[in-house]
Structure formats: C-alpha cells, structure tokens
C-alpha cells in the first residue's frame, strides 16, 4: 500500500547552467526558474498537495557573488509582490523557513507580511526556504532546547524526537515524503536533513527551467508506485 503523498520538497537546481547553455547571462536562468516555479506550485495546488517545501536560497548560497546575490534578491522582491498574489488568492498558507537576520528589513517585512495574511488560509501550504541552512537550523533547535531547560521549562528527560522536531523551522509540518533535485545533481545541499529520514528520492537531469507540470505529475506517479518500509518487511 503506498502512503498519500502530503509533502514534497523540490530542489530547485540548474538555473545558471540553463542560462549557460544558451549564452545567456545566469541572472536569465533564474529568471525562468521562477516562472517555471509559479508553474508547479499552480499544478500542486491543482492536484491537492496539502504541502510544498522549495529551496530558493540556501545560507551557502550569499558566497555567490554580489552581483547575482543582488540579482536574486531584486527577483525575490518581485516574485513576493506578485507571483504570490496568486498563490495567496487560491488559499494558500505561505511559510518561510530560514535564517531572517540575513535579508534585508524590507524582504522581512514583506516576508512577515505574507506570513501573517496567510496564517489562516487552509487549501494547502507553501513553505519557501530562503537563507536556509539545515544543519544551523538543527544548531538553533539545540539552543532553543538547551535555553528552555536552564529556564525550567523544559526537562531533558522530555526531549525526544517530537519536541526536538517541534523546535526546527518546520514545527507542525508533516516530513517531506518526496524529494525532487533537477539538474542531475545528486546531493542534499544542506537541505532538511532531519526532515528526511524516511523520504523518497527522486533526481531528474532536466534543468529547472525546463522543469514542466508533466515531467512533475510524472515523478508523483513513479512516488506512487513505490514502497515506503521504514525498516519493516
Ligand atoms: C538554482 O540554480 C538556484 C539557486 C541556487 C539560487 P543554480 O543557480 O544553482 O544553477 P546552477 O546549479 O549553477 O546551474
Ligand atoms: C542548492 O543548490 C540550493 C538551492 C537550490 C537554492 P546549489 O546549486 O546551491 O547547490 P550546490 O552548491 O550545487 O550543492
Ligand atoms: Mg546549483
């Protein structure tokens, strides 16, 4: 029997090499990422996903150079001005995940903003991670932890693998059950690590600007037919 698929967290990879490909500046290949983004959060919603985790930006990510750190945040503007009306107006709860301290107040405020219009919507969640780094993330949980028990308010006795996930980014969101990385990169990038223990893997050579609602629907098929264990038999 194969479990329903709630969550999926997708791994946005292969802008610049798309952009590379034709001669194009990298800025361009994010440029159609985020079109192609707007595009697959369109047919989750369709298709009822109650969850979608996508990583925009990784903490790694602000060693970029200047200039394309500049050029993704100026899209990032963009896209939470407009894109996202949409996703708001289909009843979407819209999370952020991530390390705020490093964007600018603006994004933050526009961030909370969104956060705060959306909290009560229920068709489905979109969780973007953006400045997010799993392993500081887990760091931060451990203080949280760590604070609450010198506080008393906590006992370590206590702590098991439901409070420790109730302290992360991601508290009250179910595991991703699906993994999607494009671009044929096979690694995790510092992405949901704790999230993922028992989640299914899927990797597509295809860039993600050429990443299509059909290619998408077809990896959810290929999710379906396959057998979770979770060390069972
Ligand atoms: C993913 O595409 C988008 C971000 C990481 C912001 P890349 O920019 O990593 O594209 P490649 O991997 O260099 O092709
Ligand atoms: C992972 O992609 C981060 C995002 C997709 C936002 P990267 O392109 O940054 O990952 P590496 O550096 O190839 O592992
Ligand atoms: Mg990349």
């Known amino acids: ?28 290949g994010h440029k159609k990422g985020a ?9 989750a919603a369709d298709l009822r996903i109650p969850y979608m985790t996508v990583y925009a930006f990784s903490t790694e990510n602000w ?9 993704l945040m100026g899209l990032l503007r963009q896209y939470l001005d407009s894109d996202l009306k949409e996703i708001k ?6 999370i952020f995940i991530g390390e705020r301290n490093m964007l600018a107040d603006d994004i933050v405020a526009k961030l ?20 997010y780094g799993s392993r500081s993330e887990i760091v931060a949980a451990a203080k949280k932890a760590a604070l609450a028990v010198a506080k008393g308010e906590l006992k370590v006795e206590d702590i098991d693998e439901n409070t420790f996930s109730g302290l992360l980014y991601t508290a009250g969101i179910p595991d991703p059950d699906l993994v999607i990385r ?13 999230q993922i223990a028992y989640s299914e ?6 860039l993600w600007p050429d990443f299509s609602a059909e290619e998408f629907k077809a990896i959810i098929s290929d999710f379906n037919s396959r057998e979770r264990r979770y060390g069972k038999v």
Not at 35 to 43: D, Y
Not at 201 to 206: A, E, G, L, N
């Open 63 to 71: 060693h970029r150079s200047q200039e394309e750190v500049d050029y």
């Open 112 to 131: 909370e903003k969104i956060e705060q219009e959306t909290s009560t919507n229920q068709e489905f969640t979109f969780c973007i991670a953006l400045s």
């Open 1 to 28: 029997m194969t479990d329903k698929l709630k969550h999926i967290a997708i791994i946005m990879d292969g802008n610049g090499r798309w952009a590379s490909k034709r001669g194009l500046p990298r800025s361009m």
């Open 201 to 206: 893997f899927y990797f597509t050579k295809t």
């Open 182 to 194: 494009t671009s044929g990169e096979q690694r995790i990038s510092n992405y949901l690590l704790w």
């Open 35 to 43: 079109e192609t983004l707007l595009e697959i959060v369109r047919t």
């Open 89 to 94: 107006e289909r009843g979407a709860r819209i």
